[in-house]
């Protein structure tokens, strides 16, 4: 089976950039959608951003759009999370999870994803 594993993540000011990454093994990447989600303490884990098979659809949350990037290089297996303009709310795991439904990228839903990572901390200060 596949493995997610994600890097970037740190101790940033607000205002602040970081880049996430996520490693996927195998030789399918390509055939699964990707998505970014957060689990902030005591808070349920919640899409942050979403990007389909190709690259060619995306989707962001509110509270991210404009400031957040997802892209994917397949040839290399990896999907990116830049994050610009961070906020003390940013704070959260992130991970990453793979899913090959093709109708997954317009459901977005968390429950059901076939793989997960095991997350990287992102800490905002300020």
């Known amino acids: 089976q596949v493995q997610l594993v994600e890097s970037g993540g740190g101790l940033v000011q607000a205002g602040g950039s970081l880049r996430l990454s996520c490693a996927a093994s195998g030789r399918t990447f390509s055939s699964y959608n990707m998505g970014w989600f957060r689990q902030a303490p005591g808070k349920e884990r919640d899409i942050v951003a979403a990007?389909?098979?190709?690259?060619?659809?995306?989707y962001y949350t509110d509270s991210v759009k404009g400031r957040f990037t997802i892209s994917r290089d397949n040839a290399k297996n990896t999907v990116y999370l830049q994050m610009n303009s961070l906020k003390p709310e940013d704070t959260a795991v992130y991970y990453c999870?793979?899913?090959?439904?093709?109708?997954?990228?317009?459901?977005?839903?968390?429950?059901?994803?076939?793989?997960w990572g095991k997350g990287t901390l992102v800490t905002v200060s300020s």
């Open positions: 999870g793979a899913d090959p439904r093709p109708s997954w990228i317009y459901t977005r839903t968390t429950e059901g994803m076939s793989y």
């Open positions: 990007i389909d098979f190709s690259g060619a659809i995306t």
